[in-house]
């Protein structure tokens, strides 16, 4: 199923499960942030991580038209009861930020994968990380439901980060 909609500054957008042939497109968006990351786009664990997610109907896109991926997110579930969802990944394009794609990524996974009850959480910034103000992420899942909670290991590139947390029903 696709959604098309208009997100804030944009044309038509398209948020629809991603498929094979959009693993460039990953790669350039992973391109844009491995500044805070670390490593991926030449990472063979990054690329087999997307063509697991996009094989098991877990990844997602947001396209725009004639405008390529402008946004991906991988998803996942550990079989635990209540069931315990997690946001792997998700990046916006730098010129879409700010138009409510991250959002529309997130609410799509939400509505294609979970049912209450049930836990989503996503690991990203912790306090004292560069990226924490510039990329907005701690405001950005706290605006959609989620809390902090503990923190998690340090990232690839030696930051802090830290799991937030959204409980559904």
Do not use: N
């Amino acid at each position: 199923m696709t959604e098309r909609g208009r997100t804030a500054g944009r044309g038509p957008v398209a948020v629809r499960p991603a498929r094979p042939d959009d693993l460039p497109g990953f790669l350039a968006l992973a391109a844009e942030v491995e500044h805070w990351f670390g490593p991926m786009v030449a990472e063979p664990g990054f690329h087999r991580a997307v063509r697991k997610c996009i094989d098991r109907g877990l990844a997602t896109v947001a396209e725009g038209d004639g405008e390529g991926l402008l946004g991906g997110l991988l998803f996942g579930t550990d079989g635990t009861t209540p069931p315990r969802h997690h946001l792997h990944w998700l990046v916006v394009a730098d010129r879409a930020r700010g138009t409510g794609l991250g959002r529309a990524l997130v609410e799509d996974a939400l509505r294609r994968h979970v049912r209450a009850p049930a836990v989503v959480e996503v690991v990203t910034f912790g306090p004292g990380h560069p990226g924490e103000v510039t990329s907005g992420a701690r405001v950005f899942y706290e605006r959609l439901g989620f809390t902090p909670a503990e923190a998690a290991e340090p990232g690839p590139e030696g930051g802090t980060r830290q799991v937030y947390r959204r409980h559904l029903g």
